[in-house]
């Protein structure tokens, strides 16, 4: 934790105590929105345990993000849904989940971690961090929330269109996802943009 802590440590000393730390999930599956999180805490917290959301197994990252929500001083979770990732394509997608999870901090973060790539539309100074989720506590913490955000919602999903298989594999592109989508076609939150994705044809 000390070392994930180490940026953190160096921008409060400097005075600055909002400082957060942003990530998204979602951007590999075929389905499914793509979900960023935004996170602050208070200067000198630190949560044992937390780290890279891929390194946790989903009952660890269920206590984790309680434990995050409880500690932060600031928190936020944004989501872009199917319909925007076909508009936008993925890459510009989990940038503005990104943007509107830091946005919807209130007040605007002081200064700001990220995971690899800057946040379009966003004044605060920002700070890239390749491979931050593994390197930065805050951005792991974000990593936590917007996963398990996501995880949560694509378990809803699994209800609302059964048969996909959307609780186990979450939309990532699985054996068994791909042969749902030829037995069944698309569902509602498939990403049509995706190549693994039937598209409508104009002529018969």
Not at 22 to 27: L, P, Q, S, V, Y
Not at 32 to 39: E, I, K, L, T
Not at 114 to 132: C, H, L, M, S
Request: aromatic share 6%; hydrophobic share 40%.
């Amino acid at each position: 934790m000390e070392k994930l802590l180490t940026r953190e440590r160096e921008l409060w000393e400097q005075g600055l105590s909002r400082v957060a730390g942003c990530d998204e999930a979602g951007t590999g599956p075929l389905a499914g929105p793509v979900v960023a999180a935004a996170v602050i805490f208070p200067p000198g917290v630190g949560l044992l345990g937390v780290d890279d959301s891929k390194t946790r197994t989903a009952e660890q990252r269920e206590r984790l993000a309680g434990e995050i929500r409880e500690a932060a001083a600031d928190f936020a979770v944004a989501v872009v849904e199917p319909e925007e990732i076909d508009r936008l394509n993925i890459y510009h997608a989990a940038l503005e989940a990104m943007r509107r999870a830091l946005s919807a901090l209130d007040p605007v973060p002081e200064h700001v971690l990220v995971d690899g790539r800057a946040v379009p539309r966003f004044d605060p100074p920002q700070e890239r961090i390749v491979k931050g989720d593994a390197r930065c506590h805050a951005i792991a913490a974000a990593s936590i929330l917007a996963k398990t955000e996501r995880d949560r919602l694509m378990a809803a999903f699994d209800e609302t269109f059964p048969g996909y298989g959307f609780a186990q594999h979450k939309g990532y592109p699985t054996q068994e996802h791909r042969d749902a989508i030829r037995r069944l076609g698309p569902s509602p939150i498939h990403r049509r943009s995706f190549v693994l994705i039937p598209q409508p044809r104009l002529f018969d």
